[in-house]
């Protein structure tokens, strides 16, 4: 029975100990188990969301629920990499908020549970504490760009809550997350544009964990999520920015031309972008 329970485990808790930066408690990390067929890769979504297929053994895994470190007391959250570095001088100011971040996540996610095994909604809730603090990280972390990675993140785990548990409004909320990470991939690329925030402290741009799409892949975001949830209740700002969406596509993908410098699904993704965006720019002058 224990060899059976321990083939079954999709995680595992870290040998190594990590302490929080903010209340310094001491705890394991969860981290995702590989390899046994636990993976099953399925589709490629036009939000470059990998979606995996049930296993038979395993049922569906979504990685996407250990990406964020989590400090099971304060709930201080940040991606992987970034846990162990927050500015000292931000400290102060992210434990004096953490009745009220505790509060706000658990209106949100009343089910997450950080000293126990992630499940979906405590990943969902993971990555939306990521998301809130990274207002605490300074320019030199890239914060924005990873606060609208995060905030899709959480927007494909609330889908996936929503399939569990239809009619409870989580495909709503996974909309506003949406929405929100349209706004930050868009500052992100403004801030960088200006000279305001780099992106040099970002190394993978994901947006998922299976491939890193870099630089042009946040670019195409940008434009996809603006086509996807941009002003649609403002035609005239709408095809504006559609329009300064469309030439940013053709001149960072090639649209039109036969270059095969940039091959694989991104290149794909643009081209089907750059099409419906044309569709609805030339119906609108119709």
């Not at 408690?25 to 036009?46: C, K, N």
């Not at 809730?125 to 990521?130: F, I, K």
Request: with cysteine; proline share 5%; net charge neutral.
């Amino acid at each position: 029975m224990k060899f059976e329970e321990r083939e079954l485990k999709v995680s595992f808790l870290s040998k190594e100990e990590y302490t929080c930066p903010v209340c310094e408690t001491v705890f394991h990390r969860e981290e995702l188990l590989s390899g046994s067929g636990r993976l099953i890769a399925g589709a490629l979504t036009d939000e470059l969301h990998r979606l995996y297929e049930p296993s038979a053994k395993y049922g569906t895994v979504f990685p996407l629920v250990y990406e964020a470190t989590v400090c099971p007391e304060c709930w201080f959250s940040s991606l992987y990499k970034d846990f162990g570095d927050l500015p000292k001088a931000s400290r102060p100011r992210i434990a004096e908020d953490k009745e009220k971040r505790i509060a706000d996540t658990r209106l949100i996610f009343p089910n997450a549970d950080f000293k126990k095994n992630r499940a979906l909604e405590s990943g969902a809730a993971s990555l939306y504490l990521a998301l809130r603090c990274y207002d605490y990280y300074s320019v030199e972390f890239s914060p924005t760009i990873k606060q609208g990675i995060t905030s899709l993140r959480t927007g494909w785990l609330l889908d996936e809550m929503d399939k569990q548990n239809p009619g409870q409004n989580y495909d709503w909320l996974a909309v506003l997350f949406k929405k929100k990470a349209m706004f930050l991939y868009g500052e992100a690329i403004r801030r960088e544009q200006s000279g305001k925030e780099t992106l040099s402290g970002l190394k993978i741009f994901g947006p998922d964990t299976d491939k890193n799409y870099a630089y042009e892949g946040a670019l195409y975001l940008s434009a996809l999520l603006l086509f996807k949830y941009g002003y649609l209740d403002n035609p005239r700002i709408r095809s504006g920015a559609l329009d300064e969406a469309k030439r940013t596509i053709a001149k960072i993908f090639g649209v039109g031309k036969s270059s095969k410098s940039k091959p694989g699904p991104l290149l794909e993704h643009a081209r089907n972008l750059y099409e419906k965006i044309s569709k609805e720019l030339n119906e609108a002058d119709e």
